[in-house]
């Protein structure tokens, strides 16, 4: 085969096609394509890079066929390429584009009789991701040419500035250094390793991820792709290599910053508002490749962090099971209404109570759904005593002592009917446990009465012959077949007092709450706290561990009220009111000891107190 002369020089940094064309103007000073038919080279099977064209063009321009195959965008199917072992997509590619750095071309034309000659094109500027001329720090120019011919891209007849119009464009490129992303992508074409995450990436995975992740950090979630300019790409860029360069953490960590912007803006969530063109693009019906493992990461952080239904699909793979809840979406679970179940939450600790807090607020669904589950069996406080078959204040003492927990309980005021209710299931299982022990009776035996003229006999509370018995501390327990609740329990007055003396040791918790004059949940805070101000108690262990509960040493009581008040106590004592105490407190810099955010009630330390008068 014959071999063109006088030989030609091709750069290492120059494609295929740039070298032809440079042939052609040297050897018969004619444009590319008359000169690629004259050596049986097809133009079009050249620009894709076809293997058999390309080592024609090396074997008759003498050079090394593996010099120009290295630059050789191969198309391995519509809109797909690959350039040295790597995959990349049409979008990865300038063309159709003209791009060139202005200050490059001026430097090939120096001394140049014929600029087709000495002008080449850089596989770089070919490759979308590099925006920016490593040598001499300006952002590249991109120019859409019109014809058949563009994709051949020559740069004499694409470019026709030469002398002062190439250095006017230079005046008009941004000065900059390359972008990282930009040096990673031309380091991992020569084979140098990169970023762990990014080179297990298909290399046009890492570009793609690079560049979508980071127009959402730099632009936010309503960016559009087709809207950005080269520069805001560049920028993209530029911010998202250094997200995806720290692998998984780095975007995990992008995301979430994203999607606490867009909760700040109060509206509605949803994954398009939140993340803009990277869920877009992940999300896209007619994707055509696999985006890589952003997929999994963007749909794990989805899965961890919004409320998807069991068995809702997110990227090509379903939710087992649902892992979190909003009030809105458990709300519609339920059947209960926004506001009840946003109040049942938030007095159960799972949402803050701030009434501004979003009906989009996330909390564990099991969590929620155990709040809420409850709730349409609920028994009101008002008609407790008709469920437990007992008068209304023995129904107050079951609840003082925690034998029965409303729906929402603890020390913090809650708005909401279920601060007065109680679960059906809770009523019904102290029945049972308080009936279990008693021998089922037609009529009622001799020397045997109800609960509550037992405590008028014995001289003690019914709440306390109840611990008696589901403490396994009496023997003798009968039930009245036909009667409901506790009202169906007969003791024995005689075993009652003894057990009481027994067992019962100093005051009930009904009682010490009401000297103290503190609501049941401030009470039973103070007793739970492990630090100062705390009221002390004694557990009563049932037999068999069936049933605790406690007691207070009247000793103790008289020494907390002596150590710590409130300010209701202390307006009693002094004939004042509460409102003028509290004025008078903060007015003298004295603060509580333990606060009512804490245990429902302020409290303060009787040794810090100013006088008080009522003059």
Known sequence: MPVLFPHLQCHADETPLSFSARLAAFHIDKPLVPFLHDIGVQPDALALGNTDAVNRLAAIAGVDPAVLSRNAMRSTAKDDYVLRGH???????????????????????????????????????????????????????RRRVKGHDRKYFELARHVPER????????????????????????????????PAWLDSQAL????????????????????KASELSQDQWDEAGRIGFEVTSEGEAGIQRALHEAQNAFKRTGAVPGRRKMYGMLWEWLSATKLRKAPGDIA????????????????????????????????????????????????????????????????????????????????????????????????RPVADQLLNERLLLPLADGPKDSAGRMWKSVGEDAVAKLIADLH????????????????????????????????????????????????HGIAAVLVDPAEVRAAVAAHMPGLSANTVFGKLRIPKATGWALVDRQVAPRLP???????????????????????????????????????????????????????????????GVDFYKVARLPEFSTA
């Open 204 to 223: 046009k995975q890492a570009i793609k991820t690079s560049e979508f992740v980071g127009a959402l950090v730099a632009f936010g979630p309503s960016a």
């Open 436 to 483: 279990a022990p008693a021998r089922p009776v037609a009529t009622v035996p001799s020397g045997m009465v109800t609960i509550s003229k037992a405590a008028e006999k014995s001289r003690a509370l019914c709440i306390e012959i109840i611990h008696l018995i589901l403490g396994g501390f009496l023997e003798n327990i009968a039930r009245l077949q036909g009667v």
């Open 537 to 599: 108690s004694t557990v009563i262990e049932g037999r068999g561990g069936r049933h605790r509960f406690h007691r207070f040493d009247a000793r103790e009581v008289v020494s907390f009220m002596s150590e710590f008040t409130t300010a209701v106590r202390i307006a009693n004592e002094h004939d004042l009111e509460r409102e003028d105490v509290i004025s008078r407190l903060k007015s003298r810099g004295v603060r509580p000891v333990v606060s009512q955010s804490e245990v």
């Open 296 to 391: 999994r990461i963007m749909r794990e952080h989805i899965f961890e962090t919004m409320a998807i239904g069991s068995g809702e699909v997110i990227l090509g793979e379903a939710l087992p099971e649902r892992r979190l809840h909003s009030v809105q979406s458990l709300a519609r679970e339920s059947g209960l209404h926004p506001m009840t179940l946003r109040n049942i939450l938030a007095a159960g600790g799972l949402i803050p109570a701030e009434p501004e807090i979003s009906a989009y607020h996330l909390f564990d669904a099991e969590a929620g759904r155990n709040l809420a589950a409850p709730v349409p069996r609920a028994i009101t406080v008002s008609t407790l005593d008709e469920a437990l078959g007992c008068t």
């Open 163 to 194: 002398g002062d119009d190439l250095r006017h464009l230079i005046d008009g490129c941004t000065q900059r250094s390359p972008s990282r992303l930009q040096g990673y992508v031309l380091s991992r074409l020569d084979g140098v390793a990169g």
């Open 87 to 141: 995959e990349l997509s049409a979008e990865m590619l300038s063309r159709p584009d003209t791009t060139f750095c202005p200050a490059c071309l001026l430097e090939d034309d120096a001394d140049a009789t014929d600029v087709a000659v000495f002008r080449r094109q850089r596989l770089a500027w070919t490759l979308r991701p590099v925006r920016t001329c490593a040598r001499h720090g300006l952002s590249l120019v």
